[in-house]
C-alpha cells in the first residue's frame, strides 16, 4: 500500500491541524491505520492508530483528549484531527500502514512521507 500525508503546516500554539493520509494500491480495510511524529533529535513516536474497522482508536498519552484519529474507507483515507496543539508536538508527523497488532514502530511495515507540524509559542 502507498501512503501520502499532507496538512502539516505552522499553527500558533492553543491552534488546530488536521493531517490527512491518502492510502493507494491495496485494500483499505485490510490494514489498521497509525500516525508516528519525529521530533528534532528524538525517536519515531507513536501518536495515535485505528483499527481496520474504525470502531477502536488507541492514543499516546502526550496527545489524548487534543487529538482524534478517523478513517473514512469510502475515500481511502486516515486523518488526525490536531487541537490545542502545543509547542512540543512540533515533529515531522507520519502515517503508517499495519496488519499486524502491535503499534511499534517494528511492526509497521507501511509509511509515508512526512508532513512537518511547527507549532509557535
Not at 493507494?24 to 485505528?50: C, D
Amino acid at each position: 500500500v502507498q501512503l501520502q500525508a499532507s496538512g502539516g503546516g505552522l499553527v500558533q500554539a492553543g491552534g488546530s491541524l488536521r493531517l490527512s493520509c491518502a492510502a493507494s494500491g491495496q485494500t483499505f480495510s485490510n490494514y489498521r491505520m497509525g500516525w508516528f511524529r519525529q521530533a528534532p533529535g528524538k525517536e519515531h513516536e507513536f501518536v495515535a492508530g485505528i483499527s481496520w474497522t474504525g470502531t477502536s482508536t488507541y492514543y499516546a498519552g502526550s496527545v489524548k483528549g487534543r487529538f482524534t484519529i478517523s478513517r473514512n474507507s469510502a475515500k481511502n483515507t486516515v486523518y488526525l484531527q490536531m487541537n490545542s496543539l502545543e509547542p512540543e508536538d512540533t515533529a515531522v508527523y507520519y502515517c503508517a500502514a499495519t496488519y499486524n497488532t502491535s503499534w511499534s514502530r517494528d511492526a509497521m511495515p507501511f509509511w509515508g512521507k512526512g508532513t512537518q507540524v511547527t507549532v509557535s509559542s
